[in-house]
């Protein structure tokens, strides 16, 4: 077969050689240039070209002739392409990102990016190419900061010298990959994985949630015959962290612990051989998760390490079990309950005052958000990103400070044991309520003016204790202030104040509101007149108004008109006459152009 497409070159190369040679010859006989170049398809440049080639070099100056410039700057230095390959060759399982990221950090001159020493390792037979695999398309998440999530599993496969199998317990920062836990576990019973856990928190600190499959070790939701807490459940209670579970096989949700798994499996444990005894199996790993956190560039953190972004928030902790009386415990067989303290009792004088609020300060992340219990956010303009609030929590409100300003009043109810978990991840014991937040204990002045903050419902309703209040449906999804002051309720959004309501509940109860607090603010102006635009009806019957497209119809096309701005819709005026009327959809209008003109 060789033989046959070398010979075919070969014919294709004489036919070419002689159809020019040909067109050659009846030029130098006398035909036009123009003629000849015409019905040898091709132009008159090429064929002076084949002249003047003919002249110097004779028959053998028709041949083709590379076209590969004589020299190439923008070429790859061969001691850089070497330096690829041997890179490739140490390290197998390193991809072009991170063999462009190595000789980046070790100072190579004229670094390659990614795509170039990719090239490089094609063009040097370093890469086996796969058939492409559509996977599914999951959404990716992770948390804003780090010590907010920890992912934890059990993973099998360190086997040692007389043929048993160990386990591994590991636990990852969501936000940073930075290994928390690593710990070998010769029985994966709950009590080993708790301390292991709570080795990890005096360590490290106490992070706000944990997201754990539904193993035996850390929930008892599956038990027989009764669902029960298992000592998993209890840690997480004890310390205030908020437990999650993922669904029943989707193992995509703890991707991060899963994909450190596949990791740690390639790149150590398929290379090592049995281990002597569980001892030398911990130093081993402990060893390669320490490159891992402090060494291993990760291509999620932008080739940051782990350690580069990960911060603890160590907390003094109380003395747990030893893990050698826990196994000796696991062993023997049940005994008392093993003792779990984290963090360390309060004293005498904090367990007689009352936790009615807590304080704590907090960088809105890149992300807008400031991270509240329960999985909940608060979420804030661009413009506030990292800076640094203050946030008042209590049963039923949460105010956000900045600069000594309130700047957010939320309804948000959350329990004792949610307060407590802000005290031992930082909190303080929180003063009074920020601007003189109404207090449900003392009784309100009749003509003391009280503010709510509301969401209207997909009806146009918000709530008042157990009154719904509908506000109509321009407000729908919307985010109110409610103002009582004496008989009256003031509806303000955006700064304006759209609506003007009898108060539908008496000042006694005003107090008692989700989120009251004393007005400091004047009341918005009401408008004093219609707003009014002036528009150009264009040539298919319609124009723009505050992102409305109106249309009056092809009858008024080229006529200016005037738009008059209500508070449901806008109404068309030609002169004095009103032509047409349209709803207007969404919120209040806050800002349009007058005269475009």
């Not at 390792?121 to 948390?143: A, C, D, F, S, T």
């Not at 010769?186 to 949630?209: D, L």
């Not at 409610?482 to 005003?510: C, E, W």
């Not at 006529?559 to 047409?580: A, N, P, Q, W, Y």
Request: proline share 8%; aromatic share 6%; net charge positive.
């Amino acid at each position: 077969m060789g033989e046959i497409a070398e010979s075919a070159g070969t014919a294709d190369e004489d036919w070419t050689v002689e159809h020019r040679f040909r067109a050659v010859v009846e030029v130098l006989d006398g035909a036009p240039v123009a003629e000849v170049a015409r019905r040898y398809g091709t132009s008159r440049q090429s064929l002076h070209t084949w002249l003047r080639r003919f002249r110097e070099h004779g028959r053998d100056g028709l041949k083709d002739r590379s076209r590969r410039p004589h020299t190439s700057p923008s070429r790859v230095p061969t001691e850089v392409e070497l330096a690829v390959c041997q890179l490739r060759q140490s390290y197998p399982k390193w991809g072009a990102r991170r063999i462009a990221h190595e000789l980046a950090v070790r100072g190579v001159a004229n670094a390659p990016g990614r795509s170039t020493v990719h090239r490089i390792l094609v063009r040097n037979g370093l890469v086996n190419h796969q058939v492409q695999v559509h996977r599914r398309v999951y959404k990716r998440w992770q948390r804003d900061a780090p010590m907010q999530l920890w992912q934890m599993d059990l993973m099998g496969g360190v086997f040692l010298a007389d043929g048993r199998e160990c386990k591994l317990v590991t636990g990852i920062d969501d936000c940073s990959r930075f290994i928390v836990i690593a710990t070998v576990l010769v029985q994966p019973t709950g009590r080993a994985v708790c301390q292991a856990f709570i080795e990890a928190m005096r360590r490290y600190g106490v992070p706000s949630e944990m997201l754990t499959d539904n193993g035996k070790q850390f929930t008892g939701r599956y038990s027989k015959p009764l669902p029960t807490e298992v000592m998993f459940e209890r840690v997480c209670r004890e310390n205030g962290i908020n437990q999650r579970l993922t669904k029943p096989r989707s193992p995509t949700t703890t991707g991060k612990i899963e994909r450190f798994h596949k990791t740690l499996r390639r790149e150590m444990l398929d290379h090592s051989g049995p281990f002597a005894d569980p001892v030398a199996a911990q130093s081993a790993i402990d060893t390669w998760v320490h490159s891992y956190n402090h060494t291993r560039p990760h291509q999620s953190l932008e080739m940051a390490t782990p350690a580069q972004v990960f911060r603890p928030h160590v907390l003094p902790v109380g003395t747990p079990e030893t893990a050698e009386a826990v196994a000796a415990e696991t062993m023997v067989g049940p005994t008392e309950p093993m003792r779990l303290p984290v963090l360390p009792p309060p004293s005498s004088s904090e367990e007689n005052l009352p936790l009615q609020a807590v304080e704590f300060e907090a960088v809105v992340s890149p992300g807008r958000h400031v991270m509240l219990p329960q999985a909940r956010s608060l979420k804030f303009s661009p413009t506030l990103v990292g800076r640094t609030v203050t946030v008042w929590v209590s049963h039923r409100t949460v105010h956000v400070v900045l600069d000594g300003q309130l700047v957010r009043t939320r309804s948000m109810s959350f329990t004792d044991a949610d307060l407590q978990g802000l005290v031992m991840r930082g909190g303080r014991i929180g003063g009074p309520e920020p601007l003189g937040g109404v207090s449900a204990d003392k009784p309100l002045a009749p003509a003391a003016v009280v503010e709510v903050d509301r969401k209207a419902t997909k009806d146009g309703v918000v709530s008042l204790g157990q009154t719904p209040v509908a506000l109509g449906t321009e407000l729908i999804g919307k985010h109110v202030t409610l103002r009582f002051d004496g008989s009256l309720m003031y509806v303000i959004h955006a700064g304006l104040l759209v609506k003007t309501l009898t108060a539908p509940i008496p000042h006694q109860r005003r107090a008692k509101l989700t989120g009251a607090r004393t007005a400091t603010t004047p009341l918005p102006p009401p408008p004093s007149q219609p707003r009014r635009a002036v528009r150009r009806v264009g040539a298919d019957g319609t124009f723009v108004v505050a992102r409305h497209k109106l249309r009056p119809g092809v009858a008024h096309a080229g006529k200016t008109v005037t738009v008059v701005i209500e508070e449901t819709c806008f109404r068309v005026l030609d002169g004095e006459v009103e032509i047409s009327t349209h709803p207007l959809k969404g919120g209040p209008v806050t800002r349009y152009i007058a005269d475009p003109r």
